[in-house]
């Protein structure tokens, strides 16, 4: 049986017009994505159990973890999370199936003893 050739397999691709203008796509390029902290309950997990759950919040997709803190004592964890908006990171954990107790967008942050808008 014979392959087709991959130019056989790429529909046609239309001519560039002259006039055409192109969307600025990278118009937040260098931008960080806002940052949120949330705080979950861990119900009778592990550190075991606690460690995938941060590698999974660490595995990222819509939302990314960048830190996580754990008192296993309490059964608290507290994650601070990158994503494009509020309401992105909401949808990411309830895909995820990820509870939380509160979830607040840092605004200001302390950098060489200032309060000053956190990036």
């Avoid at 939380?100 to 950098?111: A, C, G, H, T, Y």
Wanted: aromatic residues 6%; glycine residues 6%; charged residues 25%.
């Amino acid at each position: 049986m014979r392959m087709p050739e991959e130019s056989q397999l790429q529909p046609p691709r239309a001519e560039a017009s002259t006039s055409m203008e192109y969307l600025d796509t990278n118009s937040n390029a260098g931008v960080p994505m806002p940052r949120y902290l949330t705080q979950h309950t861990l119900a009778c997990l592990t550190r075991q159990g606690a460690e995938a759950l941060a590698q999974r919040m660490q595995a990222g997709g819509t939302a990314r973890a960048e830190r996580v803190l754990v008192n296993m004592l309490e059964g608290k964890m507290f994650v601070e999370f990158r994503a494009n908006s509020r309401e992105d990171l909401e949808g990411w954990l309830k895909t995820e199936g990820m509870h939380f107790d509160f979830l607040v967008r840092i605004e200001w942050e302390m950098r060489d003893e200032q309060l000053q808008i956190a990036e």
